[in-house]
């Protein structure tokens, strides 16, 4: 136990090491990570790491991707939901197929069956990878938000597919129309869980005397409630996380203080953070366990089988992408899309952005040994080494050449309708305008008697971006303090439910929205500290 607690503080020491090393090359570092933790397997005397899949499905999958939908813009979402449900389920489909077509003509004694067992492995992009380049690099928002959208659905279409592969592959058959019907309703029954669970959860936090802390450890262990409940009645556990963290983050302002809020905010950062550095390491740390598996096939064989497959991959999302631009520029005669014309720069940086992560690998340590007559599972080796290849291969070869082609590509963003700093100035000014008509509406007579109240109020005036705290309490009284902070808390209310508005404006970027939100959390955080007694 304790060896083992000390491989796992060397872990994470190497961990920050190479995540410091990736800011200083200026690359994303799920790409140095991978490959540092493939670099490390290689010295030797070192102890192998052996990944079990149910903890990667059960300890990382459903906080990182509940976080993932807690920071989603449901405007944006909702704005690209046609693009992002088609390549989360109809894309992941399409691949599939073409990947179990492919192998099973490449690869001796591949059945269709695992080739489309393989093929739900690697379907899913990995939106870390992709997200982490992203910021690094100025791209159009509706291609940040497409790709993180689809990224939150298509884990859950995957591991639907590879169940029922699996299934295919054990009896031998597939029963197309029990597959489709069993697919919808997974799906469905999935969003459902969540949904109710995150009601639950929202009833807890209203209506119950909790506190920060207490917040705290229940959005904690949210995601993980949410997924084994719907793993239990064996719906999807994915889309039922999604869901409900979509759900939960709507409603956040209505269950959780500011403070909550503030600190949640940070913990669950460091949380994510730590949970993505792990997962990506120990994928490079799996290629000593992966090669020692691979038995009587031969090491060049392996990689030259990966090697097609993940060009078929690349391939195939870049015909998808094209595909599905061109269709959108038919159908929009016929009904109203987001936008009629996509042009081939968006789709092909959006093609380009399909690495593949920890969810293939997870899904591939899932293929279970033996067949349920006792039989070896076929070409099991071979399936968790090809789908290390093509995780290694994605992430390195698409992921350093994203921003060159970002670069190269020079794309205007077409949503951009005010500069950020237009935005801000623009929110700003309609914060200052609604706290001084709530002001004028409900404490216009403290205001002439309250001399922090009025000064507060000469600032708004002025459009500040600034809040005049003044840390001298000597001169007023307590009555006059309790005034002050009463007043000043219901502004920042009405400031929330202004912010709310707001958002609802095409013009108005979530992520703006959600720093004032932030501000406002701030404020009355250092309003209540320096005036607690």
Partial sequence: MSSLFIHFIALIIIIMILIMVSQKLRIAYPIVLVVGGLIVSMIPGLPMFHIRPELIFMIFLPPLLYEAAWYTSWKDFWRWRRVITSFAFL?????????AVVSSMLIPGFSLALGFLLGGIVSPPDAVSASSILKTVKVPKRVTAIVEGESLLNDASSLIVFRFALIAVETGHFIIHEAAFNFIFVIVMGILTGIVVGMLYFIIHKWLPTNTDIDIILTLSTPYVIYIIAEAFHFSGVLAVVSGGLFLSSKR??????????????????????????????????????????GNIS??????????????????RILCAFGAAAFTRFISRYITTADPNPGWKGPLLFAWSGMRGVVSLASALAVPLYLSNGLPFPQRNLILFITFVVILLTLVIQGLTLPVLIKWLKMEDPDQHLSEDDQNDFVRKQLSQRSLTFLNTYYRQETENNLKLHQMYEYLQNCSDRRNNCSDRRNFSDSEQQIYVTAYQNLLQEQRICLEELNALETIDDEIIRKYHDLVDVEEEKLLIQYQH
């Fill in 299 to 316: 090491l060049s064989a392996a990689v030259g089988y990966g090697t097609v497959i993940t060009f078929v991959l690349i391939s195939s």
């Fill in 91 to 99: 894309g992941v489909l399409i691949t599939s197929l073409i990947v």
């Fill in 253 to 294: 302002h209505l269950f959780l203080n500011h403070s909550s809020r503030l600190r949640g905010s940070n913990v669950w950062s460091t949380f994510g953070f730590i949970l993505n550095g792990i997962v990506f390491i120990l994928i490079g740390l799996q290629l000593p366990v992966i090669i020692q598996q691979l």
